[in-house]
């Protein structure tokens, strides 16, 4: 490769547009231009890299065989550089200034006999193939020039995996890779179909043994590791499905586990994660303490530290679960997905989806306290959240970002990307405790969310499958959440109002309450503590209603009797 590039340089096919490649050598590019200015510069990179007076021989030590080629060709391109020079007011070559980033092992120091440069010609095809080429930051100054021109177009930069690329058959071999081992869940015909107008299927990734579709993908990433690295073991940081999933396999598959979480965290999460045969410590306030820790560890002890990524095992481990419902449910319309921060499932379903037939919708859902993909989709690139990730009731959905790579598959996969309100995701929860039976996450409710606030109107009539992906919640959350989700809804009703302090009139209220057949869940009555109305007393009552219709008739009937009524 080198040896082909120096040739189109001396026959003058190629511009003085570069690249230095860390530890192996050069690369060129570029379009038609004068050869020799390329092949000046090519010289000083290869042959100098040091005042253009220096002996050519110095660069070789008494043992090292001297290739003549080297200094005679760049004595004679540094002749005829200053006899065009003499000859013409031609202006002078730029000065090429490098910002260097530390060498390890480099033989650029010197300059490099022929066995070393064919030894560069293997790493550098080698490296080329697999993307791992690392590129030394250039920039061209003028002479004269007292600060550096950067060029518009930008720097050669780390080449990573497009995942553009990635093929349906990754997806399957993926899916062969965690058979057995991860639940074929499955994708049911929904009671609230008739409900929505549309033909609902749920897939109940919920169902899987940790309660989270973060299985596929983890597994996938564990069984591809090398068995020495499976020998050492693996570390994870924080509280979450991934850690919960890492912690599960890496147990069942005898690799040492680690998971490092915030001391804050809640004790059923850390009791869960130690009985899955994770050994579980608790170090700093913060997600970010604990991650940075687990960090040090990871160096220290040559474990590997894994968090969610855009990795092709990953993504592809996730995909599966798009494969799975293309099988589950002919002739489907559109897949509604969770679109939080971490978006390798959206991308990996999609990637699965859109290869299998092109006519399915995919449509990601995110919470509006937290629209990380949306805004990161707007700017281009990774974004974090202004209130950092982690919240209590969102977990996953408010984490950062995802890498570019897959933030630019969900851009040209995806379809579209709606947000709903929390309230929309709670009731979204009462609707599956109602009709399915199924108690999920925010995560896990988010994709019908968007159905049940009405945000999806071209779907009606339509086959849709709403992916629940999760259905970890502690029992003080779900009962929070449960309760909060009831008086959205109307099905539980509070109010506040003043009677005479005695039996009579606090048996017309239960009459009254009685004849519009609600039931009372609680109710107390306080004539402390006021301070004024001496002879009465304030009762505050908590009903339960079937709907809102019969709440608003509720509301009515003691208006009438009761001015004082404060709905609550």
Known sequence: MLQESLGACAGGQLAPRYALTKDRGLVLSGKEGEARRTMNFVARLLYLKEPLNRSPRAHFGGEEEYDLFWPSYAEEMISKRNDDKEKSEAPILPECIYEEEPLENSSLSSCQSPDQLEQLNDYLEEDDIEGNIKTWKLMVLEHGDEHPIIPSTPPLCIQTTNFQLIELEDIKKAASQIEGSVQVTPCMHSRLSKKYGMELFLKKEFLQYTGSVKERGVLNILTSLKQIQQKKGVIVASDSNFSMAVAFHATELQIPV?????????????????DYGAVVITFGGSAKDSRTHAQQLAKKNDYLFLEEEDSLEYVSGLGTMGLEIFRQVPSLDAVVFPAGGPCALLAGSAAALKQLSSQISVIGVQPESFPILKHSLKVGHPVESQAGGGHLFYKDLSEPCSRKNTLQLVGQLVDKIVT?????????????????????????????????????????GKRVSVVLCSGNLSLPLLQQCIQRALTLDSQTCKFSLWIPDNARDMAKLLEVLDREVVRVLDIQKEHGFMTSKLFMTKVTCVTETRDKQQATQLRNALLERYPSLEWM
Do not use: W
């Not at 680690?258 to 130690?274: D, E, G, H, L, Y």
């Open 258 to 274: 680690f998971v490092i979480m915030p001391s804050n965290t809640s004790v059923a999460s850390v009791k869960m994660c130690r």
């Open 420 to 460: 709903v309100t929390e309230e929309d995701i709670l009731i979204a929860m009462l609707r599956l405790l109602e009709y399915e039976r199924a108690t999920v996450d925010a995560e896990g409710a988010i994709g019908l969310a968007a159905i049940v606030a009405g945000k999806l109107p071209e779907l009606k």
